[in-house]
Structures are given as structure tokens and as C-alpha cells.
């Protein structure tokens, strides 16, 4: 072969390998927190002060969505990962940042945040989340099944409750999945907080 041959097979595959370097697909980040939670919380005014703090968390989830990467189901029983589409933190940090979000929204009177932050550790209550089901079909819908135990800063049990939803996502891909599971999580939320709302006015 001669040496502009060679040459001209180099250019070519150079041609080819940037080709497909330009084409492949990017990765996607989703999150289940609505954007007002990504927001710095706003600091409680004189007129509307914060009377108790809750704080959400430890969210518990199975290993098998113990990661960062999106996990749909594709038959009864194979899932698929997908490594193109992922959580913007971990699946724990984001099920327990849309549940402060939902149940932040249901009691004004109330600084409502995460476990692990300064506000969280000195909350007056504690409410656990085990995830028992987290499941996703591509283009159909997402299934939420959950338990959840509020409990005083003392670690008194104060109340429990199972949650479970389905919410369908229609042909809308992977934002719809993120999307329909902040929909469920905001439905889990009205039910924590009328327990919430419950123990604050036994406490009275």
C-alpha cells in the first residue's frame, strides 16, 4: 500500500470517528424537585414566621434504583439502565427534596426541609420514607408505592401511613417519567402533611 493510500484510509477513518463522536447522544438530567426547590428557601418575615420544622428523611430505596442512572422496566422481569439519562443527584436526595417541596407547600406555617441540612437536624418532626416501588415504563406510566413514619425530634412515633399511586405518562419519553413521579410524590405529600397538620394540633 502506498503512502498515499494510507494517508487517504486515515483521513478517512478520522472522518468517521468524528462523525459518530458528533452524533452520539448527550446525557440527560432529570429531576423530581418542581424549579421553585431548587431555589434558596425564603427566609420566614416577620408577619409569617416559621412555628415548627420538619424535615424529610432518610428516604430509603431498593438497591436495584440505588444509583444515578434512570431505571425503566422493560418486561416482568427485565429493567433496563440507562446511562444517558440520569437523576441530577442521587434518587434519595431528589424523592426526599420533592417530598420537602410538597409537604413545604401544603403547611405555610411550617420550614419544611431534608434530614442531613442544619434545618433538618433541628426539626420538631422527622418523617422516614421507605420506597418499596419505584417502577417506570417508557411511554405508559410510573408506579409509586411507598411507607412513610412521622416521628417527634425524641423519636417518638407519631404516625404512619402507607402511600401508592399510579400516574400514566403518555408517549412523552423520559421527561414525562420525571415528570409523573413528581406527581405521585406530590400526592404522597398531601398525605404526610395532614399527619403532620394532626400532630401539630394534639401538641397545642
Avoid at 494510507?6 to 478520522?14: F, K, N, P, T, V
Avoid at 439519562?85 to 406555617?109: C, F, K, M, N, T
Wanted: hydrophobic share 45%.
Amino acid at each position: 500500500m502506498t503512502g498515499k493510500a494510507r494517508a487517504a484510509i486515515g483521513c478517512i477513518a478520522m472522518t468517521i470517528l468524528l462523525a459518530a463522536c458528533g452524533t452520539a447522544p448527550k446525557d440527560r438530567f432529570y429531576t423530581l424537585a418542581p424549579a421553585s426547590a431548587m431555589a434558596p428557601a425564603p427566609v420566614a418575615t416577620a408577619s409569617a414566621p416559621a412555628r415548627y420544622g420538619v424535615a424529610i428523611g432518610p428516604v430509603r430505596v431498593p438497591e436495584a434504583l440505588d444509583r444515578t442512572q434512570m431505571v425503566v422496566r422493560e418486561g416482568p422481569n427485565r429493567v433496563e439502565i440507562l446511562d444517558k439519562h440520569r437523576w441530577a443527584g442521587s434518587l434519595r436526595s431528589e424523592i426526599a427534596r420533592a417530598l420537602a417541596a410538597g409537604v413545604g407547600a401544603q403547611l405555610p406555617d411550617a420550614q419544611v426541609s431534608v434530614h442531613d441540612g442544619q434545618a433538618g437536624r433541628n426539626a420538631a418532626y422527622r418523617v422516614a420514607v421507605d420506597i418499596e416501588r419505584f417502577d417506570a415504563t417508557l411511554n405508559d406510566s410510573v408506579a409509586v408505592q411507598a411507607l412513610w413514619t412521622l416521628r417527634q425530634e425524641g423519636g417518638k412515633e407519631l404516625g404512619s401511613g402507607r402511600f401508592a399511586a399510579t400516574e400514566p405518562t403518555g408517549p412523552g419519553g423520559y421527561d414525562a417519567i420525571a415528570a409523573a413521579y413528581g406527581k405521585a410524590l406530590s400526592a404522597m405529600s398531601v398525605q404526610v402533611a395532614q399527619a403532620v397538620r394532626a400532630a401539630q394540633s394534639a401538641s397545642r
